[in-house]
T-cell receptor, first 117, second 114 residues
Framework: NAGVMQNPRHLVRRRGQEARLRCSPMKGHSHVYWYRQLPEEGLKFMVYLQKENIIDESGMPKERFSAEFPKEGPSILRIQQVVRGDSAAYFC???????????????FGPGTRLTVT | QQQVKQSPQSLIVQKGGISIINCAYENTAFDYFPWYQQFPGKGPALLIA?????SEKKEGRFTISFNKSAKQFSLHIMDSQPGDSATYFC?????????????FGKGTKLSVIP
């Protein structure tokens, strides 16, 4: 049973380029969260998505960042016109069905480490 | 505003000793408190979690103690081993908020020395 998959694992972009980060949730999971982790910091929530729906994007910067989770395929976090401050580790987590039984648990992927030069 | 405060920032424990990491929160609507373990270059892995209707939960060498009135919870690692050396994050989740996002502490870097 494969866990949460993220790719690429490492991504280098020059300032002004676009970064696309992909997340495939665990089998049977239809809820995805994206978190950002700065060096020596905890994870900060960015966005919560179900298939074809953005449920909560309260943690997303207002500009340059967008996320989607299409009916088919992985969830994508897109950062346009990257700046040095976007350099961080980006993690996605998947969840089965929130609020039912033991389905509170979020399972994290290995992350994508974005470096902006 | 930091909603979950975690201490200490770093911790050195001898092999076989007890590691204790503490977290405090302000939001009384939080109703689920997981702990995650993260090794360098890896994603956080769920270690153990507790709901506020119990005061303690034990799984193997890992125990969560929960004090609802003090709004504090802690992770105890008994018989600490060098393989436990990692960064530990406490987290909390608010019910009924529509989103099940986790709010994380800043992490504790644990080093277990032989």
């Amino acid at each position: 049973n494969a866990g949460v998959m993220q790719n690429p694992r490492h991504l280098v972009r020059r300032r002004g380029q676009e970064a696309r980060l992909r997340c495939s949730p665990m089998k049977g999971h239809s809820h995805v969260y994206w978190y950002r982790q700065l060096p020596e910091e905890g994870l900060k929530f960015m966005v919560y998505l179900q298939k074809e729906n953005i449920i909560d994007e309260s943690g997303m910067p207002k500009e340059r960042f967008s996320a989607e989770f299409p009916k088919e395929g992985p969830s994508i976090l897109r950062i346009q016109q990257v700046v040095r401050g976007d350099s961080a580790a980006y993690f996605c987590a998947s969840q089965f069905r929130p609020g039912q039984g033991n389905s509170y648990e979020q399972y994290f992927g290995p992350g994508t480490r974005l470096t902006v030069t | 505003q930091q909603q979950v405060k975690q201490s200490p920032q770093s911790l050195i424990v001898q092999k076989g000793g007890i590691s204790i990491i503490n977290c405090a929160y302000e939001n009384t609507a939080f109703d689920y408190f997981p702990w995650y373990q993260q090794f360098p270059g890896k994603g956080p892995a769920l270690l153990i979690a507790i709901r506020p209707d119990v005061s303690e939960k034990k799984e193997g060498r890992f125990t969560i103690s929960f004090n609802k009135s003090a709004k504090q919870f802690s992770l105890h690692i008994m018989d600490s081993q060098p393989g436990d050396s990692a960064t530990y994050f406490c987290a909390a989740r608010e019910t009924g908020a529509g989103s099940y996002q986790l709010t994380f502490g800043k992490g504790t870097k644990l080093s277990v020395i032989p």
